[in-house]
DNA sequence: TAATCTTTGCAATACGGTTGCACGAGGTAA
DNA sequence: TTACCTCGTGCAACCGTATTGCAAAGATTA
């Protein structure tokens, strides 16, 4: 069962499952693209913006999502893999940006590729979000 | 000379070369890390933070600059290369985040490689940033 | 049940980004 | 020179996202 998969996700991160947050954690996993707090706020009407602020919080910090930083202007929350690390130059995905219906889309099967940075940078997450139109649009 | 140099590349872009204009790109050009309106608005405290943040804006508008998101919250401005076109995957590099100093670095150098985007995805900008550490800090 | 800890909701705030409007400098045509 | 006109700059106000403090509600344990 769906909830049941989802309740076994949240308790593997060491995340209480609460009411909230498998309902939030099943939209996540809907919804084909990433969601913004605004997004939530407007599926959740009924609950307030903090919560889920910091039900994304709570997720990201836990690994089961991560951030994507696009020019919408707000912040986009992917649900991660399995088992992600959330760390470069593993487990680190593109994204495409559609400028048309603002929508971000994790590509999980399209790795960061490996870059050769300078000597002593020291890489711990990677941001990759290519910008353009989407098949839809 | 420098200003001189500075002049010409606002007026090969079209962009009429004012006194403030020339100053905040030889201040681009200065800056080893990539600069936010805050940063503007701290080095240029005399001048107003709109007329800062339409530089920036025209500047962008015109290829001088490229917009970086990283984690910072706020929206950096990294120079372009001479001819840059500012589009994907020509003209792109990656960039590195510090967490510690929250500079944003551009490694002009290292161009972002091209994905191979799922058909008829249409790229036409990329953000590129790693997060971490640098050798400075 | 009482004590305690966590989650949620409400209110207020901080901050980056953005716009409208007015002033002023510089250029152009009568 | 005067009368425009354009464009850059400055001021003030505003919007939306992100974030925090505090109190109420709910869950957990002794």
Request: proline share 4%; aromatic share 10%.
């Amino acid at each position: 069962m769906e909830t049941d998969t989802a309740e076994q996700r949240l308790e593997s991160r060491r995340i209480q499952p609460t009411a909230m947050r498998l309902r939030v954690l099943n939209y996540l996993s809907e919804r084909k693209a990433a969601v913004s707090l605004a997004d939530l706020e407007q599926h959740f009407s009924n609950s307030d913006r903090t919560t889920l602020y910091r039900t994304l919080k709570t997720f990201q910090e836990h690994g089961v999502v991560h951030q994507i930083y696009d020019e919408s202007g707000s912040t986009k929350y992917g649900l991660c893999a399995e088992n992600c690390t959330c760390s470069y130059p593993d487990d680190m995905h593109a994204h495409f940006y559609c400028t048309s219906c603002e929508n971000t889309f994790c590509f999980q099967n399209l790795s960061i590729p490996n870059i050769n940075l300078p000597d002593a940078f020291q890489p711990s997450y990677g941001n990759f979000v290519i910008t353009g139109r989407c098949p839809d649009c």
